[in-house]
C-alpha cells in the first residue's frame, strides 16, 4: 500500500512543464496583460528615448538612448514579473487555488510555476524592449546587449516574490491596477526614470533603500560601468529575501484556513 501511494504521488510535487504552458497560455489571452507589460515599456521607450538629442549624447560604452532602452528593459521586467506572481490573487478570488489544494500538487511547487511562469513573461517583456531599441537608434557595446538584458531578466526574480507576496496581501481581482502606479512610484524613486542625483544627495540617498534602486543599477552597469555595485547586489538580495518570506508567510495563513 505504502508503494502504490508513493507511486501515485506526482513527481517533483507537481511541477511540471505541462502546467506552465496551461498556465502560460491562460495569461498571454488576457489582452490587458499583454499590453501593460509587452507593449507599454516599448511605447515609452520610443516617446522618451529616441529623440534627436538622445541619439547623440554619450554614455558609458553608448549613447543615452541606450542607457534610457536598458531602463525601460528593466520597467517591463518589473511588470511582468509582478503580473505574475500577482495571478495568485486572481485564482484566490476565483476560488481556483483552493481547488488546487484538494489535488496532490504541493504547496512548494504551486508557488514554483508562479515563478517560472513570472520569469518567462518577465523574460519576453525584456527581449520585445531590446528588440524594439536595436532598430531605434539605441546603442551599446555588444556584450552589454546581452548583459544588460540578462541582468534586467534575472534581478527582476525580486518582484516575482514582489508580486506573490501582493497576490496574497491583496485579495482584489484588479490587483494589478494597484500595483501598476505603485511600481511606476517605486521606479521613480528608484532612479529608474531619472538618475537620482538629478534631485539632490537626500534623495539620491533614499532611492539607495527602494527595491528598484539594485535592479537598475546592476543592469545598466555594463554600459556605464559606474555605480556602488556590491550596495545594488545587497539591495536585490536583501528584497527578494523579504519578499519570498512575505509570500510565503502570507500563503501559510492562505493555507491555514482551509
Not at 92 to 107: D, N, V, Y
Request: hydrophobic share 55%; with cysteine; net charge positive.
Amino acid at each position: 500500500m505504502t508503494t502504490l501511494a508513493a507511486r501515485d504521488l506526482p513527481r517533483f510535487g507537481g511541477f511540471n512543464l505541462g502546467m506552465i504552458r496551461l498556465e502560460l497560455r491562460r495569461m498571454m489571452r488576457n489582452r490587458r496583460t499583454v499590453v501593460f507589460t509587452l507593449i507599454m515599456p516599448a511605447v515609452f521607450f520610443l516617446l522618451f528615448g529616441t529623440n534627436a538629442s538622445n541619439r547623440t549624447e554619450r554614455i558609458g560604452g553608448g549613447n543615452v538612448t541606450g542607457y534610457i532602452l536598458v531602463s525601460m528593459a528593466v520597467y517591463g521586467a518589473m511588470l511582468a514579473t509582478t503580473s505574475g506572481g500577482a495571478m495568485v490573487s486572481i485564482e484566490r478570488a476565483a476560488g481556483w487555488s483552493r481547488q488546487l489544494r484538494l489535488t496532490p500538487l504541493k504547496p512548494v511547487a504551486y508557488i514554483a510555476v508562479k515563478l517560472v511562469l513570472a520569469m518567462i513573461i518577465g523574460f519576453v517583456s525584456v527581449a520585445v524592449a531590446l528588440a524594439v531599441g536595436s532598430v531605434s537608434g539605441a546603442e551599446l557595446p555588444a556584450h552589454a546587449w546581452v548583459l544588460c538584458g540578462l541582468l534586467a531578466w534575472v534581478c527582476a526574480l525580486v518582484f516575482a516574490a514582489f508580486g506573490l507576496f501582493m497576490g496574497y496581501l491583496l485579495p482584489s481581482e484588479n490587483v494589478m491596477q494597484i500595483l501598476g502606479p505603485v511600481l511606476a512610484v517605486l521606479s521613480f524613486a528608484g532612479g529608474l526614470f531619472a538618475p537620482v542625483d538629478t534631485f539632490g544627495h537626500t534623495f539620491a540617498t533614499i532611492a539607495k533603500f527602494t527595491p528598484v534602486y539594485g535592479v537598475g543599477e546592476i543592469a545598466r552597469y555594463p554600459l556605464v560601468h559606474d555605480g556602488t555595485l556590491w550596495v545594488a547586489v545587497l539591495n536585490v538580495v536583501v528584497w527578494t529575501a523579504l519578499f519570498s518570506l512575505g509570500a510565503m508567510w502570507r500563503f501559510r495563513r492562505d493555507t491555514a484556513r482551509v
